[in-house]
């Protein structure tokens, strides 16, 4: 193929190619079969047309897009291969000719991976992440265990107050008018849990069982439907119940109500066993952090934007598939957080652009250091993939052995190794 670069500025590289006149034919002969059966001419039954017939009728130009796009699917990823291009957005493509007996002279303008230039990243002073259980986590730990295992209790010689869960029936009005979504009969309610807009919860405190009584709030600015936007509401509303948590005993009965134990002290020796594993992989994963933002800071590197917007699609991909998985969709989501599609997006961006920086500082030290995995390390990964989710490793090795990324992502891992054994910890 005859391709090459015509000119580069930072990360923008405009390069040209040609789509022979053979592989444009196939492109040609793709886009008859997709299109006719869209096409009537008299005499002939739709989808039966002969392609002369379409062509001496309409023009062959009436097939061009369809094979244009098929054969840039099949001669781009070809091109920027051979210009060793490592590109990472849509082209921007310019059909500059177009002919059956010269094929397709393109000119696309492509955006590719940034240079890195590394600064410091052995040696790199770090303070230290302490890994022992305190006291006070293994309280909290606890005291979320008794929360989560409380027991509901009916309220009736007092209002209710923050804490409690409430039983509640409401209409919502803005303007006097009802609005989607803003009625129930009967929600449980926690206070305090700020599910709720505004101050809609406070104003429930200090009412008793059989109150009716408005509520008076002010949807937020960046709410997710456009028409509730700053607008005031007024919620009429009837609190029916009241419910207090009523915690459990740490004792013998607990543990073996909420594990396999027989003593509250067996039990806690485990749990404390787990936040202790816990805690060190936690350590281990903010002194990795901490590592690569400094790697980030001493690097140069004009990244461009359009990886970071990937990213944030990525990110929202797999918060939609999650949602999925609970049987929600992304729109619910954003109507139960109180965020629009924009503002969601925007949240993710820190994250995005931090994987981003991540990926190129670690890929450069990789390239840098030579660093390779071995089938050694493979093997080991694949071994380690098997007993966390209890397969045959030979199962595992399936899925893995010979893809480059699953090698890619080891080379990563030792080069983050790497950071951490060169590491000097600051002394406090």
């Known amino acids: 193929m005859n391709s090459q670069i015509l000119s580069k500025e930072g990360t923008e590289v405009k390069i040209s190619f040609e789509v022979s006149p053979e592989k444009f034919e196939e492109g040609m002969k793709y886009s008859y079969n997709k299109n006719k059966n869209k096409i009537s001419v008299p005499g002939f039954r739709k989808g039966k047309v002969p392609r002369k017939v379409i062509e001496a009728q309409f023009g062959p130009d009436m097939l061009y897009e369809d094979a244009v796009n098929w054969a840039l699917n099949e001669e781009y990823p070809v091109a920027v291969g051979e210009l060793n291009l490592d590109v990472v957005a849509m082209p921007q493509i310019d059909i500059k000719e177009i002919g059956k007996e010269i094929g397709v002279k393109v000119e696309a303008t492509v ?14 002073e770090i303070k230290d992440f302490p890994t022992e259980v305190t006291e006070e986590e293994i309280n909290a730990h606890f005291d979320k265990i008794r929360n989560d295992n409380a027991r509901l209790v009916p309220v009736e010689d007092r209002p209710a107050q923050m804490g409690d869960t409430v039983t509640i029936s409401y209409c919502g009005t803005v303007d006097g008018v009802e609005f989607e979504g803003g009625k129930s009969d009967s929600y449980d309610l926690k206070l305090g849990s700020k599910t709720f807009i505004d101050t809609f919860e406070d104003q429930i405190c200090g009412h008793s069982v059989g109150d009716k009584f408005d509520v008076n709030v002010t949807f937020p600015a960046e709410y997710h439907a456009e028409e ?11 609190l029916k119940g009241i ?21 509250f002290d067996e039990y806690k020796a485990k749990e404390v066993e787990k936040l202790s594993k816990e805690k060190a992989e936690k350590a281990q994963h903010d002194k990795e952090d901490a590592l690569i933002e400094q790697v980030i800071a001493n690097a140069e590197m004009d990244v461009p934007e359009v990886m970071y917007t990937n990213k944030v699609e990525d990110l929202i991909s797999q918060y939609e598939q999650n949602m999925k998985m609970q049987g929600i969709t992304l729109e619910m989501y954003c109507q139960f957080s109180g965020q629009t599609m924009d503002s969601l997006k925007a949240s993710l961006k820190p994250m995005a652009k931090n994987g981003v920086d991540a990926k190129l500082v670690l890929d450069q030290i990789v390239k840098d250091e030579n660093i390779v995995a071995t089938e050694e390390d493979i093997q080991a990964e694949i071994k380690k993939y098997a007993e966390q989710y209890g397969l045959e490793p030979e199962k595992i090795a399936q899925y893995y052995e010979g893809d480059p990324a699953f090698a890619a992502e080891i080379a990563l891992h030792k080069a983050i190794k790497l950071l951490c054994d060169t590491a000097v910890v600051k002394a406090e």
């Open 228 to 238: 509730l936007k700053g607008k005031p509401a007024v919620f009429a509303v009837e």
């Open 243 to 263: 419910t207090m948590s009523e915690l459990p005993e740490l004792n013998d009965d607990f543990a073996q109500d909420v594990s396999e134990y027989e003593t």
């Open 111 to 124: 955006t590719v991976k940034p240079e890195v230039k590394l600064g410091k990243y052995k040696g790199l």
